[in-house]
């Protein structure tokens, strides 16, 4: 098992790797095809590296001096340690180890992770009488520690493999829903049809850590920022990509020894104000609607509708 994962999770640039892993690499660019294969997995010095390998370039190039018998028992070895996941066709990987080392791009984390510019072109929907952007936002704060190490790995791992797929075929996201992966967080979008038309719904996934220092990003947090587009004259979001992130997080927490996360909804009015964070729990998730407070001292009060998925 050590041999098989050492050929995978590793250093992408070839001066930090022995002579084998080196002559290995030069072998497998022989073949142009190939070569496409390992950059895009491991990167180059223009690109980063995808963290998706492909069975051919595993089990034809990196394993190609271990037994090939014993290649699927590796696989499933490697599955089991969460070291990776198939994605939808199975013949490709997710690799969580080797996503690049950087944050998301800018356009999903900036001005604000709460109000990224790729969000600008969401929807209007309308709740009861108000009309607002179709944008939710949630942050999981840990309690009292730091996220277990490889949560964030695995939780990605999670939201590419068939298991987290709705069964619903109405509901369905593909795995291949994943646009950026990064170790500090993802990006995911699907397309599907609601209301009597077409929409996108985008969901980021990201981490925030003790160094930021803006009073609405906690400290070892997770944030779920998720938005809906209308790709046609008219449409409706069911949240379906947001939904399925929070509950694989939700999920992970309760398998978790020790782990204690806060569910926390945030509002923004009208005027693109951020109001107080209000934390969600089992007594009030089902409240029709939630009181938030403002940072002048003053409440208003919201529809549930706004802020959560709808219950119904």
Known sequence: LIDAIK???????????????????????????????????????????????????LTHHLWQDLNATQHNMLLELME??????????????????????????????????????????????????????????????????????GFMSELQVRLAQSECVDQNEEHHFAPEAAVVDRVSGSVLSVAYTRGGGAVREWAILSQAHSGEAAADKASNSLRVMGWAEVLSRQGATDWRLFRRVLQAIEGMAQSAPGLSLRKM????????KL????????????????????EDGGKIVVCHDLVLPSLS
């Open 275 to 294: 109001a107080k964070p209000l934390e969600i729990t089992r007594r009030n998730e089902a409240r029709q609607v939630f009181s938030f407070a403002l």
């Open 80 to 149: 089991i340690f969460k070291l990776l996941r198939p994605l939808a066709d199975k013949d490709t990987f997710l690799v969580p180890a080797m996503l690049p080392q950087c944050e998301l791009p800018v356009e999903y984390v900036t001005p604000d992770w709460w109000r990224p510019s790729k969000a600008n072109d969401s929807a209007i929907m309308q709740v009861e009488d108000v009309a607002c952007p179709a944008k939710m936002r949630i942050m999981y704060q840990v309690l009292g520690g730091r996220l277990p190490f």
């Open 265 to 272: 909804a945030f509002y923004v009015d009208a005027r693109g």
């Open 7 to 57: 050929y995978v999770i590793r250093e992408p640039c070839a001066t930090n790797v022995n002579d084998d892993v080196r002559k290995m690499d030069a072998r497998i660019r022989q073949n142009a095809q190939d070569g496409d294969a390992l950059d895009r997995f491991l990167g180059t010095k223009q690109t980063q590296g995808s963290g998706v390998l492909t069975r051919h370039l």
